[in-house]
């Protein structure tokens, strides 16, 4: 009857006799271990429900003797847990008395593995509501019960609120928009909710908690409450809005912004590192405007500078092209005047010989003068011989006339012949002075030719020599007009290169001129942007006055735990 009533039982009962040999297993327990027993291989490779029975409770411990001193000590009832691999058994042994003797053990055998989580899961809860606020609420609101950290976050005893709706934390505007009303629904419906939220305390004052309203569902499957676990994050935000507001001040330039206030603990290093950033920033900012005031000054005199050079190398550029033009034009003066010369020279060296044989013929007229002059002399002297005969032939024909009268009669033929003869003397002796008279004067004009003629080979003698100077010294304005072209041609090209490089020069010059007024402008617009932050009485000193714009350049050519739950420590344990 009684082991009928225990195999009805469905507590894991096992009866062990007082040596500790198992004698019975109800139903219940076979099921239990069956259930484990391949796990439990892995840890007793030998076990074997079916063979449990005869078998010695020892096989389920590591110290037997240990075990068995405390069976033997055992006089109440005594509870432990066990774990086998990944199984953990409670066991509840019961000591048997017979006679006020030991007679054996009931063993009480249950799955650990519920109880154990749900400890598990409470030490998760208990874990959680020593670090968060924690609530817990009815679908519509109302407030079912609450820890005390979250109690001594907003300020309330918990019988203040118990009994009253959620609305009580939130603010007025909040609590009566729609979106308050569906965040209920929503949590009515089965979705949570997360996030910052601004509370009110009793007090009116405004904390931010951050946290999850957790509809948690019943047995049948349907959201029965909600939960919600949060953590005040109210001096967070508050440290958020302070270093928020400071950069906001940072950002429009303000670098004297100094968080004075301390954050908390975890956040306090960023306060400290923020105010060190801006001073670090303020101190770089101040010597980037002292800097930048002096590479603008710099600039402007590079600006003023440049445009001077810009506008004497324009100044030397325009006179140099027109020193080229003079230039070119010059050279091709003196090469057409050494052109001229060297026709010049051709032209002298031709007079030269034209004047020396004009000097050669000068000289042989004045040897035929001469001759003429001494033919002259000859036929003056026949001349004269031809008076001479004249006269006797005159006298000669005088005579016979005087004979012939003397003849008489006889004679007078012979008279006219006389008279005749003497005619004929008389007119050669006239005839013969008009020669001797035109030889004379023809004679002096040739004595006097003569004489011209001497003096015009003189003359001619004369000018050949000059001639043949002017020739030489032709010829050597000539070469000297060939050297000058020569040189002037090769200063023409040195001008002209010179002409280029200016050109050049004149562009990299308003290059330079260029990138000294970007530079000037690049400045400016770094003096702009700097004067942006106040940087204090250290950073004013960096504001200059704008040099002068400077004058326009005109351009010159060129050719890129979770908590753990805490494990039982009795000896059964021991396995």
Request: hydrophobic residues 45%; aromatic residues 4%.
């Amino acid at each position: 009857m009684l082991e009928e009533a225990v195999e009805a039982l469905r507590t894991n009962v096992m009866i062990a006799d007082k040596d500790l040999n198992i004698t019975y297993l109800n139903p219940a327990v076979q099921e239990l271990l069956q259930t484990a027993e391949a796990d439990l291989r892995k840890e007793l490779p030998n076990f074997s429900v079916a063979k449990l029975v005869g078998s010695n409770i020892d096989i389920f411990h590591k110290n037997p003797a240990h075990q068995r001193g405390m069976l033997a000590a055992l006089t109440k009832p005594h509870s432990a847990t066990i774990r086998v691999g990944d199984w953990a058994f409670d066991l509840h042994v019961s000591p048997l008395k017979r006679r006020g003797k030991s007679a054996g053990f009931v063993v009480e055998w249950s799955d650990a593995h519920h109880r154990l989580a749900s400890e598990d899961f409470a030490a998760q809860i208990e874990a959680i509501g020593r670090s968060q606020a924690m609530i817990e609420f009815k679908l519509d609101g109302t407030i079912v019960n609450a820890n005390e950290r979250f109690l001594d976050v907003m300020g309330y005893q918990l019988n203040e609120i118990v009994g009253r709706k959620h609305e009580i934390f939130a603010e007025q505007e909040y609590r009566e928009s729609p979106e308050y009303q569906h965040f209920w629904a929503a949590l009515a419906s089965g979705a949570f909710q997360s996030g910052e939220f601004r509370r009110v305390r009793k007090d009116g004052g405004v904390v931010t908690i951050q946290g999850a309203y957790n509809p948690i569902l019943g047995p049948d499957g349907k959201v029965a409450k909600v939960v919600k676990f949060a953590t005040d994050v109210t001096q967070r935000v508050e440290a958020v809005t302070v270093i928020g507001d400071a950069l906001t001040a940072l950002a429009g330039g303000d670098l004297q912004r100094r968080i004075t206030t301390k954050f908390i603990p975890e956040l306090d290093k960023l306060r400290l590192d923020f105010n060190s950033a801006v001073e670090t920033l303020q101190a770089t900012m101040t010597s980037v405007g002292a800097t930048a005031g002096a590479i603008r000054a710099g600039a402007d005199e590079i600006g003023v500078a440049s445009d001077e050079l810009s506008r004497r190398t324009e100044q030397q550029a325009s006179s140099l092209e027109e020193t080229a033009a003079a230039l070119d034009q010059l050279t091709s003066t003196v090469n057409s005047s050494a052109a001229n010369a060297q026709k010049a020279a051709a032209v002298a060296l031709g007079a030269r010989g034209d004047a020396q044989r004009s000097g050669d013929v000068m000289g042989e007229a004045i040897s035929a003068m001469s001759e003429i002059e001494r033919s002259a002399v000859e036929i003056t002297n026949i001349i004269g011989v031809i008076d001479e005969i004249a006269f006797q032939t005159n006298l000669l024909a005088l005579n016979a006339g005087v004979e012939a009268a003397r003849a008489g009669d006889a004679g007078r033929g012979f008279a006219v012949v006389a008279s005749e003869v003497r005619a004929l003397a008389q007119r050669s002796a006239e005839a013969a002075k008009e020669i001797k008279g035109l030889i004379a004067g023809s004679s002096q004009q040739v004595t006097k030719g003569v004489k011209l003629v001497g003096e015009t080979g003189q003359a001619l003698a004369v000018i050949v020599e000059r001639v043949a100077e002017i020739d030489a010294l032709i010829s050597e304005i000539a070469t000297s007009a060939r050297e000058q072209s020569s040189g002037l041609s090769e200063v023409n090209v040195a001008v002209n290169q010179m002409d280029q490089v200016t050109q050049q020069n004149a562009a990299m010059v308003e290059e330079s001129t260029a990138a000294s007024h970007s530079l000037r402008q690049e400045t400016e617009g770094l003096m702009t942007m700097i004067g942006r932050f106040q940087l204090g009485t250290a950073g004013s000193s960096t504001r200059q006055q704008a040099a002068p714009e400077p004058r326009p350049v005109r351009l010159v050519a060129v050719g890129g735990g979770r908590a753990q739950a805490a494990q039982a420590t009795s000896d059964w344990e021991a396995f």
